[in-house]
């Protein structure tokens, strides 16, 4: 049995991965924005081991679920879920003085990956519209376009998956994928979305368990199980080296330094 910890996981995909897992006698550590959603993450997964609780908007409260979750000790896995949609409407600015999508999506998954203690497993929640994202990486932080939430979300889709194939190949160690769940009926996916939400946590959670060989693999993209073609610029190091110069910028965590750390 593995022990597994979700981030976003009061809610949606989170939420019924962490049940899914509990009633498969995994331990599972979940995840929520403040004290009340923590208490409701709990009670909506009986069984879990505990809730670590921060605003993954917030660099600092970022680091701070980063140390949580290595006082509470070692994990099998890690599944990167928790996100925000494309529905923002103007460019919400987080203390930061970043774009709240980009803080969420692409920081705050950058900061756990570097901060957490290393995981045998890393997945990371993207989406379809990845494919849509920006890979030219310019203009992150939206100072020059004029906002478009649908495009915001798109690029931040794109950045987890050119995050979790950067960490496949700086850590070879480790089995790092990335996950579109399909359009899911959830508080993101609203009520008109079309794909089944029955699949749509169970691909992340075989790849953070599951023994099958299938699964057992590392800087692939999957949707319902089987392998799907990402957007091309994925693979491309020089695009996934520019996310991480960002990142760490942005941050000042150097995930490429943390991961050559032997302590690490
Ligand atoms: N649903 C879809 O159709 C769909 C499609 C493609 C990809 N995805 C991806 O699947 C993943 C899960 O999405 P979902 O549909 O389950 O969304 P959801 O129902 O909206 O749940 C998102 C979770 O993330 C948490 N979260 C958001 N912002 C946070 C913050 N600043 N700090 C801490 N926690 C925060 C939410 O907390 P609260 O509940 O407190 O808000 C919630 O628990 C996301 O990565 C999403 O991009 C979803």
Known sequence: MSRVFITGSADGLGKMAAQLLVQEGHSVVLHARNDARAKEAMAGVPGAEAVVIGDL??????????????AVGAFEAVIHNAAVGYREGRRIQTEDGLPHVFAVNT???????????????LVYLSSGLHQQGDDSLKDLLWQHRSWQGTQAYSDSKLHDVLLAFAVARLRPDVFSNAVEPG??????????ATDDL??????QVWLAVSDDPQARVSGEHFYHMRRRTPKAATRDVAVQNKLLDECRRLSGVDLEALIASPAR
């Open 183 to 192: 359009w899911v009926a959830t508080k993101m996916g609203g009520p008109s």
């Open 107 to 121: 920081l705050a998954p950058y900061i756990l990956t570097g901060l957490i203690r290393k995981p045998k497993r």
């Open 57 to 70: 908007s917030s660099v600092q409260q970022t680091r701070d679920v980063a140390d949580q979750v290595n």
């Open 198 to 203: 029955d699949q749509g946590h169970r691909t």
